[in-house]
């Protein structure tokens, strides 16, 4: 260890032992990787822990008023959403649309790919093997908010005549579950998810459609710091999924919903906005032909539906708005209305779009 780091280190030891926070710096990246341990259910040293614990405490700590956590920027006056933004437009130097360039749809050579994907999506029985009589397992991997507004969609979903009855809709998004906690292969998230699997009578090799909602904890830093780092986590857990599910086609991103109600640090603005840039660069980088992202190791990638609105003033593309009842008393999760309104978009995008109509929807 550096002699830098050292001091450091023990500076945080020794706050910790008077039962005190320090100011000393935390390399947050050694805390993400001492995290990653633990969440495999490796032995960590007391020492170790002691540092973890210290860097949740600073990460999550609020700074003055409004309870944001230490190196959360606040956000500008107005944010314009990323399916209203230009393509001349920018904002930290990136361009407008859900795929770049000002476009919400698309290109055509990414469709065509999407398109032939779209066609190995089949009922299929346990061993994975094509079945009229088969099932297409569709999940959620995400957090807590993701959790209570999936569970709602598969109310309205499985009550609605026009998904197929051959689709079996299965919650895998945990309380607390962010894509962090998603990133380890070995994460204890994916063993909740083969439960719930099996509960639900549905193979990891009938699972062929996934929907992920792109969230981190108490996100802090700039748009390359923290965005980027989601989009690390997040191609970690693409890859997991496409080990999991070996038949896995294709996966909806998602980005969050407005944080700007929210009085503390767990989604603020401008970080719940900006998390839909992470999902934005890896279909980009699918795209461009990143062979972290070929189809060997990723499902096609694509956007579906993005939730982000700012506030009450809405956006152009469809009015669609976020009210503080939408959302409960911490300002973060969803309310009844909220979970319901995110479950409509979900049914509209599922049984009216050209990419997920071919499977979703009754014959």
Request: a positive charge.
């Amino acid at each position: 260890m550096k002699p830098i780091a050292l001091i450091s280190f023990l500076l945080i030891t020794l706050a910790l032992a008077q039962g005190q926070p320090s100011n000393a710096p935390v390399d947050f990246a050694k805390a993400r990787l001492l995290h990653e341990r633990r969440q495999r259910g490796e032995s960590l040293t007391s020492a170790e822990v002691a540092y973890l614990d210290q860097a949740i405490q600073i990460r999550n700590a609020g700074a003055g008023a409004g309870g944001r956590a230490l190196n959360q920027r606040k956000a500008p006056e107005h944010l314009t959403p990323l399916t209203d933004l230009s393509a001349s437009a920018r904002y930290e130097g990136e361009d407008g649309g859900l795929y770049g360039g000002g476009q919400n749809i698309p290109p055509a050579a990414h469709r065509r790919a999407a398109e032939a994907e779209l066609a190995k999506i089949r009922p299929r029985n346990g061993t994975g093997e094509p079945d009229e009589n088969g099932v297409i397992g569709f999940v959620a991997i995400s957090m807590s908010n993701a959790t209570q507004e999936f569970s709602r969609f598969k109310q309205l979903a499985d009550n609605s005549p026009l998904k197929s009855p051959q689709v079996v809709i299965v919650d895998c998004a945990q309380g607390g579950q962010a894509m962090a906690e998603w990133a380890p292969p070995t994460a204890r998230p994916w063993g909740e998810a083969r439960r719930r699997l099996a509960i639900a009578n549905v193979s990891p090799l009938q699972v062929q459609a996934v929907w992920i909602k792109l969230a981190n904890k108490a996100p802090a830093g700039s748009l390359a710091e923290h965005a980027h780092q989601l989009e690390r986590d997040t191609l970690a857990v693409l890859q997991n999924a496409r080990a999991m599910f070996p038949n896995l086609r294709i996966a909806y991103l998602g980005s969050r919903t407005y944080g700007g109600y929210g009085g503390g640090g767990l989604n603020p603005e401008p970080y719940a906005y900006e998390s839909a840039f992470a999902a934005r660069w890896l279909i980009e980088r699918q795209m461009k032909g990143d062979p972290e992202l070929a189809g060997g190791k990723c499902p096609i990638l694509l956007w579906g539906p993005y939730l982000w609105a700012e506030g009450a003033k809405g956006r152009k593309i469809d009015q669609l708005i976020w009210e503080r009842s939408d959302f409960g008393p911490d300002g973060v999760h969803p309310s009844d209305s909220g979970r319901q309104k995110v479950a409509g978009l979900l049914l509209d995008f599922l049984t009216t779009d050209s990419l997920t109509k071919p499977w979703f929807r009754k014959k």
